[in-house]
Structure formats: C-alpha cells, structure tokens
T-cell receptor
Framework: QQQVKQSPQSLIVQKGGIPIINCAYENTAFDYFPWYQQFPGKGPALLIAIRPDVSEKKEGRFTISFNKSAKQFSLHIMDSQPGDSATYFCAASGSRLTFGEGTQLTVNP | DGGITQSPKYLFRKEGQNVTLSCEQNLNHDAMYWYRQDPGQGLRLIYYSQIVNDFQKGDIAEGYSVSREKKESFPLTVTSAQKNPTAFYLC????????????FGDGTRLSIL
C-alpha cells in the first residue's frame, strides 16, 4: 500500500527530446507528489511538486501530469539538455514520504 | 546560506567497528531524517525525528542507532550489527512534519575495509 512504482529505470534521449518518467501508486491517502533531481555525489533536490486537485503543473521546462483516477503521475522535461542528465525520483506523501526507485536520465548532445 | 551539512563525505569501516555519521542543519527545521541509498533501490528510511529527544524507526532501522539531543543535529551510528553497511547515506530535514518537502544534505559514502 505504501509503494510507489517508477519507470523506466533508465532513459537515454537526444538533446531537445522530451523524456517522460512515469510513477504509479496504490494508496489513495497520498496527497502530495514531489519530484526530486539528483546529480552524482549529491543529495536529491526538490524539483517540482503537485497536489491531486490539479491535473498539470509546469515550472520552466518541467511539467507534472497527474491522473487521479488512474493513480499515476509523470514528469515531462521539455527541450531536454545535457545538463538535465541526472537521476530523478518521484515520491508520494501520506503520513510520510515514500520514494520511487529512481530513473537515470542521460541526455546526449 | 541555510542548509544541511553531512560529514565526512567518505568513510571506511573495519569489521566489528561502529562508525558515526554527522548531520547538522541551520534551517531551523523540526524534523530530520536518515535515508540509505543503494543502486536501483531508491531511498529507504532508516530513522526519523520530529522533535528533540524523540525519534522513530523507519523501514530499515536494524543495525543503526540515532540521537537527537539538539534541534540542529541528528547523528547516525552504523553499528557492527549492520552486516551490509556499504551504501550512500543521506540526511534530510523538513519544517514540521513528515509530509513537508524535504531538504537533503550531500551524503556520506560508507565503505567496508
């Protein structure tokens, strides 16, 4: 009930492409869905977050899409750049934060 | 600048030895956390503390211990009972509760000699 399933495990795109990372959850008590970005040797940093009363949120080139009925949410990165190469984690919060397994994104020049 | 400081960045443990990882925050956050990160397994919660002098076990607390004597500090001890301690350890904090966005330190990488 507390799991968050994230896919794919790794993703390679060309510069300018639109990588999409998907997450699914089971616990309907989750009510806050953040995404974190982590560079090698660094701690994760909060990138963008959404609450289930909205279906989409944009911040710069990053967009979260949220489908409450399907219990799924996804991260889209528009016009991806080599500097976006990092590991991305989705998470969901009910009584506490539960993380997905992570997606290693590589954006080739 | 406010933030979370973890030290050391790299740490080596001998067999049968306890080691302590330091975590200090100057964000005036009430809650602090320790996570373990292994490749392909995301972040797993070891211990968390919502107030001084109180802490709770997370999902993988066996072989670890913590203390919270000051609001700013939440050290983690990896004991000899933890048979597979090699991992990247992350400390985090949040303003009030476990539901708040969490700010992370830059981690300590622990290896076995």
């Amino acid at each position: 009930q507390q799991q968050v399933k994230q896919s794919p495990q790794s993703l390679i795109v060309q510069k300018g492409g639109i990588p999409i990372i998907n997450c699914a959850y089971e616990n309907t008590a989750f009510d806050y869905f953040p995404w974190y970005q982590q560079f090698p040797g660094k701690g994760p940093a909060l990138l963008i977050a959404i609450r289930p009363d909205v279906s989409e949120k944009k911040e710069g080139r990053f967009t979260i899409s949220f489908n409450k009925s399907a219990k799924q949410f996804s991260l889209h990165i528009m016009d991806s750049q080599p500097g976006d190469s990092a590991t991305y984690f989705c998470a969901a919060s009910g009584s506490r934060l539960t993380f997905g397994e992570g997606t290693q994104l590589t954006v080739n020049p | 600048d406010g933030g979370i400081t973890q030290s050391p960045k790299y740490l080596f443990r001998k067999e049968g030895q306890n080691v302590t990882l330091s975590c200090e925050q100057n964000l005036n956050h009430d809650a602090m956390y320790w996570y373990r990160q292994d490749p392909g397994q995301g972040l797993r919660l070891i211990y968390y503390s919502q107030i001084v002098n109180d802490f709770q076990k997370g999902d993988i607390a066996e072989g670890y211990s913590v203390s919270r004597e000051k609001k700013e500090s939440f050290p983690l001890t990896v004991t000899s009972a933890q048979k597979n301690p090699t991992a990247f350890y992350l400390c985090a904090s949040s303003r009030y509760s476990l539901r708040q966005p969490q700010h992370f330190g830059d981690g300590t990488r622990l290896s076995i000699l």
